[in-house]
């Protein structure tokens, strides 16, 4: 999983080279990069929504599995199965959370002060 975040942290720093090289090379693109960083700073915020909404879900979920875990009998391994999952989808948010990140910084941030500088150009 690891190894997935970063490719895909080098990917996005890769893409955000891209987009710097077309803004120096196409300084008319000015509208439709500043619709792009406003559309990407939707998405920033939605994806940080969605973290904070799957975190509270996984803590509940994460209780059940304790609990079910702490009785007897076969709700043991139903707890124990549930921990299971609960510690995939937990890198999930870890993954979102990194996705996230990289598109503000990576991306966005570089983008919003190349814009900068060109408008004052």
Request: with cysteine; proline share 1%; charged share 20%.
């Amino acid at each position: 999983m690891e190894e997935e975040n970063t490719r895909s942290m080098e990917e996005i720093k890769l893409l955000a080279g891209l987009f710097q090289n077309i803004l120096q090379n196409c300084k008319n693109l000015h509208p439709v990069v500043g619709e792009f960083i406003v559309q990407t700073s939707k998405l920033e915020s939605q994806l940080r929504g969605i973290t904070k909404t799957l975190a509270g879900v996984l803590d509940t979920f994460q209780a059940i599995a304790v609990r079910a875990s702490s009785s007897n009998g076969s709700c043991k391994d139903i707890g124990e199965c549930l921990s299971q999952v609960y510690v995939h989808n937990k890198a999930l948010e870890t993954h979102i959370n990194n996705i996230n990140n990289a598109l503000c910084t990576g991306l966005n941030n570089s983008l919003k002060s190349k814009s900068e500088e060109f408008r004052k150009n």
